[in-house]
């Protein structure tokens, strides 16, 4: 699609403007219900990207007069138009036709429910319109540009000098030159960093419109219904939640919560209230997995709100906004400023953490009045500094539902040997490994090992299965697993549901993954290139889940301690005394506890 620069002169008393268009006649006609006008097309055609620019570059003069205006341009279409030529002046430009305007303005009625709180690529919108041309999409999207406020952007803009920035999900590299169909040229960049949501180039328009934030009173009353009665800890942080949202105490608030502590259902009541007022709801986590059965939880816990998954797959669709919408973190690139409260869960977890172009999508899609809350057992350094020193509201979920406190790791510093137990050639099981593994399969337990790199995991099985086998009549299965391996899902069904003893894993599955009375054991705990403080908290987390052994052996092995595996044995401390501070630990687990530190 290419797109026009114009000068438009509307009467004497009033000063000369500039626009650009795709269908300038159109322009005309709109501005025409407004009185006398007239308008000259001033550039050649150009690539939205390069169009954009060049009306951005003279927008900071006031344009003279229609020379002036047609002098400006030619300057800036000679530095960003890529080799494209001027015509030889000012082009006058005729309305259009009285019922193709009537015809654009029937198309916008359609366009605009299907693209308010979305950015869409041309592409999307000309798809959700047929049988419309695509002149008429063009026209109609105008209409809205022009009347309804809806932001026109290139796909891809020049930014600065040289640089560019993808329109969509804001990466400033990661670009790619191709031949392309839609302009016809060899050299459209594409970017590739959002390119899974569907292909963003340097020609075509994106469209992005804000849902209308009205607030409404909806006349029904949303109350969650849980599957089970919350905890004392999670009516706490539930409660406080909510009141946070009622009396509008600040943008963000902060879930901390134990690994198995449930933080899903805690967000309910804050959600409750927002379906109230009539306001929409985002609930975001990074994992599709998580998405697809969240989505149904909270189907079951408000069945008088609509509902919609977004994730790699599912068979939601862009049509009218429901009143909750529960998305993968990379799906939210879809929506723009639509939703009143943003639930965003497992924060820290990849590939959320450290994504600027995921947290520039979660932030989009809110309104920029809009409120968030983060969800998480391992929130960042930040988040943690910002909840210790009252800068953002936090609420606690300190335990787990069986009322024990979580199992604190065991540090087995065995010096440099610890390197060679993650041999990727043959792994030396660090002393006292054996008998731990040997120890939970005598008394019926599984037990989790993770080491930090893919090759450890086949040597360290090889190690421990070989030693297994020749010491013990019976065969433990002792696997491995690790990003590539492709049998990674049956293996972790195989071990969750008891067909496997032992499992020997990457991080792959510190998260997501409940084994009924596992212990753990983490080897090279301070290889900190791999494993930081959250790492290591989510490992350990593993253990201590199920009501019938609510306690475990959790062992960090390492050379020495660093900092992470310190500050991981800091925040499950910080969180247990939280715990018993607040009475949310039974009395027989303090005092076992209790025990345990007196021995």
Not at 320 to 329: W, Y
Not at 503 to 520: A, F, K, W
Not at 564 to 571: F, H, N, W
Request: charged share 25%; with cysteine; hydrophobic share 35%.
């Amino acid at each position: 699609m290419f797109f026009f620069i114009y000068h438009i002169e509307k009467g004497r008393e009033k000063s000369p403007g500039l626009g650009m268009s795709p269908c300038p006649e159109y322009d005309l006609a709109l501005a025409l219900e407004e009185g006398p006008v007239s308008m000259h097309v001033i550039s050649p055609p150009l690539r939205l990207a390069q169009a954009f620019r060049a009306l951005e570059d003279v927008k900071g003069r006031a344009p003279g007069d229609l020379r002036g205006s047609f002098n400006s341009i030619s300057r800036s279409v000679s530095v960003y138009g890529a080799g494209a030529r001027m015509p030889s002046g000012p082009v006058r430009v005729d309305p259009a036709a009285a019922s193709l305007k009537e015809e654009a303005e029937r198309a916008a009625v359609l366009l605009e429910p299907r693209i308010r709180g979305r950015i869409l690529r041309y592409e999307e919108a000309r798809s959700s319109m047929e049988p419309c041309g695509p002149s008429m999409v063009a026209m109609a999207a105008q209409r809205l540009v022009l009347r309804s406020g809806m932001s026109l952007m290139p796909g891809i803009a020049y930014r600065g000098y040289g640089g560019r920035v993808c329109s969509r999900c804001g990466a400033t590299a990661g670009f790619v030159i191709s031949d392309c169909l839609c302009c016809g040229s060899s050299g459209c960049l594409v970017c590739g960093e959002c390119s899974s949501m569907g292909t963003v180039r340097e020609c075509e328009p994106l469209y992005a419109l804000p849902a209308t934030a009205e607030k409404k009173g909806t006349g029904r009353v949303h109350g969650p219904i849980l599957r089970y009665e919350l905890t004392p800890a999670q009516k706490r942080a539930s409660g406080k939640l909510r009141d946070w949202y009622l009396e509008g105490l600040g943008d963000e608030a902060l879930v901390w919560a134990v690994c198995g502590a449930g933080k899903t259902e805690v967000s309910f009541a804050a959600m409750a209230e927002a379906l109230n007022r009539g306001e929409k709801v985002l609930y975001a986590a990074p994992r599709r997995d998580v998405v697809a059965e969240i989505g149904e939880r909270i189907q079951s816990a408000f069945p008088g709100a609509s509902c919609s998954s977004y994730y790699s797959g599912s068979a939601a669709r862009s049509g009218k906004l429901t009143d909750i919408t529960v998305a993968t973190t990379h799906q939210a690139l879809r929506f723009y400023r639509c939703f009143d409260l943003t639930v965003l869960d497992e924060v820290d977890a990849f590939p959320y953490q450290g994504s600027r172009m995921l947290e520039h999508a979660v932030r989009r899609a809110r309104f920029e009045n809009g409120k968030t809350i983060f969800m998480s057992a391992t929130p960042s350094r930040r988040l943690m500094e910002d909840s210790r020193n009252g800068r953002i509201l936090t609420a606690r979920i300190s335990a787990r539902y069986h009322g024990h406190p979580l199992p604190v790791p065991e540090v087995a510093a065995i010096g440099p040997i610890s390197s060679g137990m993650i041999s990727k050639d043959k792994a030396v099981p660090p002393p006292g490994l054996l008998d731990a593994v040997k120890e939970s399969l005598a008394a019926g337990h599984k037990h989790f090992v993770f080491v930090p790199r893919k090759a450890a995991a086949e040597s360290v099985s090889r190690t421990i299965s070989g030693a297994l086998e020749s010491t013990d009549e019976h065969r433990p299965n002792v696997g491995w697993s690790h990003s590539s391996d492709p049998d990674r899902e049956q293996k972790r069904r195989a071990f969750t549901a008891g067909g496997m003893d032992v499992l020997v894993c990457t991080s792959i599955m510190e998260r997501g993954v409940t084994v009924p009375g596992c212990d753990v054991t983490v080897l090279g705990a301070d290889k900190d290139s791999v494993f930081d403080y959250r790492s290591l908290v989510q490992m350990a987390g593993r253990a201590g889940r199920q009501k019938a052994r609510p306690t475990g052996r959790v062992t960090f092995v390492c050379e020495k301690p660093n900092a992470d595996i310190k500050q991981a044995i800091e925040i499950i401390n910080e969180m247990n005394d939280d715990a018993m501070r607040n009475g949310f630990l039974l009395k027989e687990a303090t005092e076992a506890d209790d025990g345990k530190k007196d021995g």
